[in-house]
């Protein structure tokens, strides 16, 4: 299947995808398709953008980047990293600031189903319960599918190297994350959306993408529609589909 036919019919495909062995007692096949919404996930550095660009160039659709939102809001994460003296105090002004753009990350989702979108990639850290929530609840709404692609790079050598290259380059949006300190306050939040229940209690469909080591593993159906679509656009640097 091509991106294109892939793409096409993602409204329709409803097929099973086998399922490696997970943390859920229970993974329930998703009901037949409208709207897909990837759910990007992800510590920073692991290479979330790289990849929700890469989907989007795949299968089109509309691509809602936190880094854009930062920028329109007037959201500068080196000021408030020399502001909160890298995460350690004052974090609760940041905080507020933080949640303004995941509020307006899912006001821009909202309207994007609103406006019959087929393919929403929501490119952002979610890294906590509630705000993986807030997109669970839009996708209910619209009774779109969430896929959760779920982004790691678990070789603490390669994310400092990642972060290195970053500085120098704060200006353009998506490398304004160059200190260590973003990690380590995202870290400190993180709670695995392998956990995650949807509000009918059934678990989304989960992506993990571990890019340094070439591998792609599923968890629960996210279509085969969907999965052609992550093939077309990994699949050069993919070795394995579990």
Do not use: N
């Amino acid at each position: 299947m091509t991106p294109r036919e892939a793409t096409t019919c993602l409204r329709a495909c409803a097929t099973s995808v086998s399922s490696p062995p997970s943390r859920r007692s229970e993974l329930a096949p998703l009901a037949p398709r409208s709207a897909t919404v990837v759910l990007m996930a992800g510590l920073p550095a692991t290479g979330k953008t790289t990849t929700a660009r890469r989907l989007h160039a795949a299968a089109g659709g509309v691509l809602i980047r936190s880094c854009d939102v930062y920028q329109a809001l007037g959201i500068s994460l080196p000021a408030w990293v020399a502001r909160t003296s890298g995460f350690t105090v004052g974090v609760e002004a940041y905080d507020r600031v933080r949640d303004r753009a995941y509020e307006e990350m899912a006001r821009l989702l909202d309207a994007s189903l609103a406006a019959s979108a087929d393919l929403v990639v929501v490119d952002a850290v979610h890294g906590e319960p509630e705000k993986r929530q807030k997109v669970y609840e839009v996708c209910q709404r619209h009774r779109a599918t969430p896929v959760v692609v779920l982004c790691l790079c678990e070789d603490p050598v390669e994310i400092e190297r990642r972060f290195a290259a970053r500085r120098g380059r704060e200006a353009e949006p998506e490398h304004e994350a160059s200190d260590l300190a973003v990690y380590r306050d995202i870290q400190r939040r993180w709670r695995d959306p392998r956990d995650d229940a949807l509000q009918d209690g059934r678990a989304p469909a989960i992506l993990t993408y571990d890019a340094p080591r070439d591998r792609l593993s599923v968890i629960g159906d996210p279509g085969e529609a969907f999965l052609a679509i992550a093939r077309a656009a990994l699949g050069r640097t993919v070795a394995a589909i579990e």
